[in-house]
């Protein structure tokens, strides 16, 4: 079993800042991509930011700028440093990993639980 847990969420006023992380923990042989998704009330899951073992990153559009996705050099917890947030920022954010379980399995997408984030006006 592959376990990731996020933390960090919660309410902040627009303009303000908050800071996201995830865990894995598990069976876990190695760890490529990570990232996060953000699912707004009534819309779809969409991309927020990716970042590579290598560190190489990815952002939407709508984010750029304002958030900064991190690893540890451990590559198991990556983090999302959130600022300048504004309302249309409020979803839950969902953490993702793409692990490699042993030397001889492919590789799987997990997902945590999803930690919320409102953004005030």
């Known amino acids: 079993q592959v376990q990731l847990v996020e933390s960090g969420g919660g309410l902040v006023q627009a303009g303000g800042s908050l800071r996201l992380s995830c865990a894995a923990s598990?069976?876990?042989?190695?760890?490529?991509?990570m990232g996060w998704y953000r699912q707004a009330p009534g819309k779809e899951r969409e991309l927020a930011a990716t970042?590579?073992?290598?560190?190489?990153?990815n952002y939407a559009d709508s984010v750029k700028g304002r958030f900064t996705i991190s690893r540890d050099n451990a590559k198991t917890t990556v983090y999302l440093q959130m600022n300048s947030l504004l309302t249309e920022d409020t979803a839950v954010y969902y953490c993702?990993?793409?692990?490699?379980?042993?030397?001889?399995?492919?590789?799987?997408?997990?997902w945590g639980q999803g930690t919320q984030v409102i953004v005030s006006s």
């Open positions: 993702y990993a793409n692990v490699r379980r042993t030397r001889y399995d492919g590789t799987h997408d997990y």
């Open positions: 970042i590579t073992t290598l560190g190489s990153t």
């Open positions: 598990g069976s876990i042989f190695t760890i490529n991509d």
